[in-house]
């Protein structure tokens, strides 16, 4: 027998020898999905809860001053975010990061001006696209988006990204790094212009 | 511009609990499951070399694919998708455990195939010692029958890497057995 035959019969009898229980593997499945949909809802409404305990106790610390810098995620409510808000694209290069995080490819990222972000990710993608808040103050943007997702393996001591923006005249936002911890939020703010399609 | 308009606005398929299958029911999800599960396992199991690893894996796409549902439920392929998550979970776990021994890796093949003749023992055992790419291109190619090009697009790699992933591994195989490393029949 030639080598690809004898290759592909090994590889036959070894796969023969697993076979798996399908209901209670679905079941698995099924529970650990609605697990996760629970956590992630518990989470979001535990953020908020301590946000607004956050800003509270910055709040009454500082006498009424702006809660926006000490707050642990971004607060859009303080902040002016139409000058970003739109819907835009971003193409990932193919680098070797991007490559490796399976990041490459075409985003579609929604800055909301009520500083909600919605994210689109390319299909080669599989990790959570979850969403999040982002805040624009003095030129600077702050976000906490894909805290969930794409950031949860950086384990950053601090889950906000800053950010400096400017805009051409067409809307395309241009950023630049001034404080991130998670590297391939870095890479989706700084690799590519971010063009404006709405 | 609330949320909802803005999705509206972008195209942006918006996920929501509603559109999430209802899992209680004999839905499209459970069909595929059913109909694609044990074969993805088969497949993650002959990267990865341990069937309980292979089921989690398996599982875990199979998660991820409730998660994006509303707009994968609408692509030609769910399975593919599935399958391609799969795969790439095997493939990147195995590059974490590739410091492994080869001793350990191939300890689960071992008891798997008492049945087997100790050539076939001996090729298994060839083949969990290559690269996890190389591991994951051989059982695409032999296990799966897929053209190079799908293989290539599966592992986010370029067809001609592929071939030469191919080709490295069967000269490796040929060594093993003893045999020469012909062309790719």
């Known amino acids: ?198 | 511009m609330d949320v909802a308009r803005a999705h509206r606005h972008s195209g942006i398929v918006r996920r929501s609990p509603r559109q999430s299958p209802d899992l209680d029911s004999g839905d499209s999800f459970r069909w595929l499951f059913t109909t694609e599960y044990q074969e993805i396992v088969r497949t993650v199991f002959l990267i990865v070399r341990d069937r309980e690893l292979a089921e989690d894996l398996t599982q875990e796409a199979f998660i991820q694919l409730l998660g994006h549902w509303a707009k994968v439920t609408e692509y030609d392929r769910p399975g593919a998708w599935v399958r391609r998550v799969a795969i790439r979970l095997a493939v990147r776990e195995c590059r974490r455990n590739h410091r492994r021994t080869v001793l350990e890796v191939l300890a689960p093949w071992r008891e798997g195939h008492t049945s087997t003749s100790v050539r076939d023992v001996d090729l298994l055992q060839a083949i969990g010692s290559l690269s996890p790419q190389q591991r994951a291109v051989v059982v695409l190619f032999y296990f799966e029958d897929r053209p190079m090009d799908e293989i290539a697009a599966v592992l986010g790699c370029s067809v001609s890497t592929g071939w030469v992933h191919l080709h490295r591994a069967r000269r490796r195989l040929a060594s093993v057995l003893g045999e020469e490393a012909d062309d790719v029949t």
């Open chain 1, 1 to 198: 027998m030639s080598l690809d035959g004898q290759i592909r019969q090994a590889l036959r009898e070894s796969a023969d020898t697993v076979h798996v229980d399908v209901e209670e593997s679905f079941d698995v499945v099924a529970t650990a999905s609605r697990r996760r949909r629970t956590r992630s809802r518990t989470l979001a409404v535990g953020v908020a809860a301590a946000l607004l305990v956050g800003a509270s106790v910055v709040g009454q610390h500082f006498g009424g001053a702006s809660t926006q810098v000490a707050s642990s995620a971004p607060s859009s409510s303080a902040t002016d975010t139409d000058p970003v808000a739109g819907t835009f694209i971003i193409d990932v290069p193919p680098s070797a990061a991007a490559t490796r995080d399976a990041l490459a490819g075409r985003w579609t990222i929604s800055l909301t001006p009520e500083g909600m972000v919605a994210v689109s990710a390319p299909d080669a993608f599989t990790g959570q696209t979850d969403g999040g808040t982002f805040s624009v103050s003095g030129g600077r943007l702050r976000t906490n988006v894909f805290v969930n997702g794409l950031c949860v393996a950086t384990q950053a001591a601090n889950p906000v990204a800053t950010y400096t923006w400017s805009a051409a005249p067409d809307g395309t936002l241009r950023f630049s790094k001034v404080a991130d911890e998670c590297t391939g939020r870095e890479l989706l703010f700084t690799s590519t212009p971010w063009i404006r399609i709405g």
